[in-house]
């Protein structure tokens, strides 16, 4: 066991980190519509920050999953987009297409996506469908060539950024997970729309999408059902990725107070000279330390197996999402209302990590399988009729 970066992780972070302060920031500003974003996703593919993980025959970098985690997370820490960019061509749902994708899809989606000409969304919470994810019902058809999808989904990231939508649908009527499958949605598929989006905390917007006899090609079906589980599995990729993005924004909270605490002075002193506010800044270096070793050795692990184990996963999930809020908050207090003002990203950071408790699956449900994996019994929350 070697907890250092070895040579190459240590040149793939320095490299991310190189760029995005040379050209990825000065985008940013431009990077507040669907071109701007697009320009910004093709330079990032240019850059060899997309794709991290995935295979170099479809245009990926190929390298490890904790590498990946590593670069997501420099590039959380130096912008929350570019983070979101990296997370989303790499560990997002373009890692379902490219595990259980045909020839055919990965090239048509896999390869664009690593090269910055098209994004992903991901569509599985529906109105009576949270955490109960397989009550979803939108309901996917094949008729002739095509696939008919019926149903809605809601609180979708990015869609107006992106260009498709993976949608988690039905393909059977018995109600069961069994019946789950997934299909590829072009934005412009005829009988799609979606809703302007609502800004949650963190100011991104979160859309419904609505299939109403929405018409994709038979060829954009990516599991016909009986593959929740074979979804999940990848998801799990999703999921540690996300986590990056948590740790990356804590990171960057906790250095921004670190050296407000060594400029601000009060009593005659730095801030820093105080005990209470050295043993803040100690709990917060050891929840990051924490956070960030628990999420690689998920990443690590799924060198062996191929895809993370979901225990490690949601253990990974259950302490960041906590220590990420609670790094944020005690970067907040000690910039005193420096930090509780706009004028400064800590608030920003917080409402991001926020979210982290909520989306891919709630601290709640991943406590529940963890508890299920320490009593080997059934997480299933269903209740028995
Ligand atoms: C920032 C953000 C981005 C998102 N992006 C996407 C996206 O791109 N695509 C997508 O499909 N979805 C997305 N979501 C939706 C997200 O996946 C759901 O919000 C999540 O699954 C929870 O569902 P819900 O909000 O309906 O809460 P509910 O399921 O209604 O839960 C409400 C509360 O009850 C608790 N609870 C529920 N069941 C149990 C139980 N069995 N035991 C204990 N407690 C329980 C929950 O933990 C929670 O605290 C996003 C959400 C957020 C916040």
Redesign the pocket.
């Known amino acids: 066991m070697d907890f250092d970066l070895n040579e190459r992780q240590a040149e793939l972070v320095r490299a991310a980190e190189e760029v995005a302060e040379r050209k990825l920031i000065p985008m940013l500003d431009a990077a507040d519509t669907p071109e701007g974003v697009n320009g910004l996703r093709r330079t990032m593919a240019e850059q060899g920050l997309l794709g991290l993980n995935l295979p170099e025959e479809l245009g990926g970098m190929g390298v490890p999953l904790l590498d990946t985690l590593l670069v997501t997370r420099a590039l959380q820490k130096a912008a929350p987009l570019l983070g979101g960019i990296a997370h989303r061509s790499s560990t997002g749902a373009v890692g379902a297409v490219a595990e259980y994708g045909t020839q055919a899809q990965k090239e048509a989606f896999v390869i664009p996506s690593c090269k910055g000409e098209i994004g992903i969304?991901?569509?599985?919470?529906e109105p009576d469908?949270?955490?109960?994810?397989t009550a979803m019902k939108t309901s996917a058809k094949v008729e002739g060539d095509e696939v008919v999808l019926n149903g809605s989904?809601?609180?979708?990231?990015?869609v107006n950024n992106n260009h498709y939508t993976l949608v988690?649908c039905r393909f059977g009527t018995t109600g069961r997970p069994g019946d789950i499958g997934a299909v590829i949605v072009p934005h412009d598929a005829p009988g799609f729309s979606h809703s302007e989006g609502t800004l949650?905390m963190?100011d991104?917007l979160?859309f419904e999408l609505y299939f109403d006899e929405c018409r994709v090609p038979k060829e954009n079906v990516l599991v016909d059902g009986g593959a929740f589980g074979k979804l999940i599995s990848v998801y799990n990729a999703e999921r540690l990725g996300s986590i990056s993005r948590m740790i990356g924004s804590a990171e960057a909270a906790y250095e921004m107070a670190l050296g407000y605490a060594k400029e601000r002075k009060q009593f005659n002193r730095e801030l820093a000279d105080f005990q209470g506010i050295q043993w803040m800044l100690a709990d917060m270096r050891v929840k990051l330390d924490a956070a960030a070793l628990l999420t690689w050795r998920a990443a690590a692990t799924a060198v062996k197996t191929g895809l993370p184990s979901p225990t490690e996963t949601s253990i990974a999930k259950v302490f960041t999402a906590k220590a990420a809020k609670e790094v944020c908050d005690d970067a907040i207090q000690i910039m005193g209302a420096n930090g509780y003002t706009k004028e400064y990203p800590l608030v920003h950071r917080y409402a991001e990590v926020r979210?982290g408790s909520?989306?891919?699956?709630?601290?709640?449900?991943h406590?529940?399988m963890i508890a299920g994996a320490i009593l080997e019994r059934s997480s299933s929350?269903w209740k028995r009729s």
């Open positions: 969304s991901i569509g599985i919470t469908a949270g955490s109960a994810a989904k809601q609180f979708v990231s990015f988690y949650n963190a991104e979160l979210g909520i989306y891919g699956g709630t601290m709640q449900i406590k529940n929350q």
